[in-house]
């Protein structure tokens, strides 16, 4: 069956919470980074998930 697209879902995908562990956790493992590296990241740039990998890419070649 196809999606029905009048139904909206809101949930933000390409935002990251700082406050939900799993999300946090979620990223640094795909990053290759530490939850705490994490946390400080989005403290400096903000919770935009591209923004974010931009930056961990950043960190790591570091």
């Known amino acids: 069956m196809a999606d029905d697209r009048s139904k909206r879902d809101f949930r933000d ?9 799993y999300e946090v956790e979620y990223f640094a493992e795909q990053k290759g ?5 994490v946390r400080q990241l989005i403290k400096t740039y903000g919770n ?14 570091s």
Request: no cysteine.
């Open 13 to 21: 995908r390409n935002r990251i919470s700082a406050d939900e562990d």
């Open 33 to 37: 980074l530490t939850p705490d590296q």
């Open 48 to 61: 935009d998930r591209g923004r974010l990998t931009e930056a961990a890419k950043s960190l790591r070649l």
